[in-house]
């Protein structure tokens, strides 16, 4: 069978996903080989999550073997591609709670097993907030002193698949901070995806300050997706982010609702805890940036890809036009969401 065929898959959902987020999967650390044996043991959307499970278990093996024989750096390079792939079989598998949990189960002890001999170095770390606000996040400490960027994810990805990037922060400058909020990740086993996320990055930054080893005068902020949203929402309304950048964030999340893909719409209703899709439809009015933005006077960069098929790029242009400071917007022609297939044109941009 060829690859070709691999990507155009019977069914139609996952078909979708492929459509939508290869280019993510790819250069998220997903060999494509695993993808196409994979892709050929799933026949339709339901055997997703089990099958990327099945695929996060061969390179368990593949740790568990380096690990005893004493090759550390080889088994926590296949513990990270465990949990990119028990990532994979739970960020969208929501129709069925036990594979859901199953996924993300495996995909945080995976990456805990990753975690001593990771390069840069990694502490996880515990944050407390107000109303039982409490988050987990992943920080590398350049050198005491630095500036810190706090990374944010979207709606699907986690602090895991965001702090794979940290070595291009660190390279600039910076300690990296990525952070699983209300909703997200680690945190939405016992907490909803919320509009207010200026709550979790305030209670983050007063952390911030009881460290030793971090600048906390000079915060930096970036965000992807539903990130995208928040962290140019957290900025305009949190002083002591000093510049921000957002990455295919929407301006309204109700708004995108009708040309966002079933899995999409169906994850929101997960991790917003929403009763059924009708009322996800609903809390997704409140995600907005309406009045909001016109707080920000400190420098706001926002990146879209013109081919971006789940947040349309006139979201991102509308939070740079209604920004109260300095903004900028970028639009990457053939980019995709995230600007994932097109990393080249974003990555540095935003790192610089």
């Known amino acids: 069978m060829s690859y070709a065929q691999d990507f155009a898959h019977p069914d139609p959902i996952v078909r979708e996903v492929i459509d939508v987020w290869l280019p993510r999967f790819l250069g998220g650390g997903i060999s494509i080989g695993d993808l196409t044996t994979t892709l050929r043991r799933v026949e339709s959307w339901t055997d997703w999550g089990r099958e990327w499970m099945v695929t996060g278990e061969i390179h368990e093996s593949r740790a568990a073997e380096a690990a005893a024989a004493g090759r550390t750096k080889t088994a926590a390079e296949a513990w990270e591609t465990a949990a990119r792939c028990h990532h994979l079989a739970y960020f969208l598998s929501v129709r069925e709670p036990a594979v859901h949990d199953a996924g993300l189960d495996r995909m945080l002890a995976c990456y805990a097993n990753a975690l001593p001999d990771m390069v840069p170095a990694v502490e996880k770390v515990t944050i407390d907030g107000p109303d039982d606000l409490k988050m987990v996040g992943l920080l590398s400490v350049l050198r005491p002193g630095a ?154 960069l926002v990146v879209h890809g013109d081919e971006d098929p789940l947040i349309p790029w006139h979201q991102g242009r509308r939070i740079v036009d209604e920004a109260g400071g300095p903004a900028e917007f970028v639009l990457v022609a053939g980019g995709n969401h995230g600007i994932s297939n097109l990393r080249y044109r974003m990555v540095p941009l935003v790192h610089d």
């Open 147 to 300: 500036p810190i960027v706090i990374v944010l994810p979207g709606l699907d990805s986690t602090k895991e698949t965001r702090h794979s990037a940290r070595g291009g922060w660190m390279s600039r400058g910076f300690s990296v901070l990525s952070l699983d909020g209300p909703g997200q990740g680690e945190a939405s086993r016992w907490s909803a995806a919320r509009p207010d996320y200026e709550r979790a990055i305030s209670a983050t930054i007063d952390w911030l300050e009881t460290r030793s080893d971090i600048d906390s005068s000079r915060i930096g902020l970036f965000g992807s997706s539903l990130g995208g949203y928040y962290a140019p929402r957290a900025a305009a309304l949190e002083p002591r982010i000093k510049a921000v950048v957002g990455n295919c964030g929407p301006f309204n999340w109700a708004e995108c609702w009708d040309v966002l893909p079933v899995v999409t719409r169906e994850a929101f209703a997960h991790y917003a805890q929403a009763t059924d899709l009708d009322d996800a439809r609903v809390l997704a009015e409140s995600f907005s940036l309406e009045g909001v933005m016109t707080h920000l006077d400190r420098p706001l």
